[in-house]
């Protein structure tokens, strides 16, 4: 069984940025793809940012170009670089885990949660 602990989470004003970081168990991280989620009041969880074992990375239309999804594998941590953050951008965000190379599928792991909002 993989843990994952999230940090990073807060308010932030419209344009702002927010580092999510997201610490692993287990010391074979560097084997599992790892991804960010997210679910805003009243809608479903969404994937996104994920990066594979490879370092393959896919983002969902509406973060691209604002935010980086990054590992370091010596450290056991994936994390989420946030920029030009805006109010839409509110949810709570999850880190994922997948037991393989690619983000594939049904997410093996899940973290706790860390509320992200964006508001003036």
């Known amino acids: 069984q993989v843990q994952l602990v999230e940090s990073g989470g807060g308010l932030v004003q419209p344009g702002g940025s927010l580092r999510l970081s997201c610490a692993a168990s287990?010391?074979?991280?560097?084997?599992?793809?790892m991804g960010w989620y997210r679910q805003a009041p009243g809608k479903q969880r969404e994937l996104v940012a994920a990066?594979?074992?490879?370092?393959?990375?896919k983002y969902t239309d509406s973060v691209k170009g604002r935010y980086a999804i990054s590992r370091d594998n010596g450290k056991n941590t994936v994390y989420l670089q946030m920029n030009s953050l805006k109010p839409e951008d509110t949810a709570v965000y999850y880190c994922?885990?997948?037991?393989?190379?690619?983000?594939?599928?049904?997410?093996?792991?899940w973290g706790q949660g860390t509320q992200v909002t964006v508001s003036s």
């Open positions: 287990r010391s074979s991280f560097s084997s599992h793809a």
């Open positions: 994922a885990g997948w037991s393989g190379y690619w983000y594939l599928g049904r997410v093996d792991y």
């Open positions: 990066i594979s074992s490879g370092l393959h990375i």
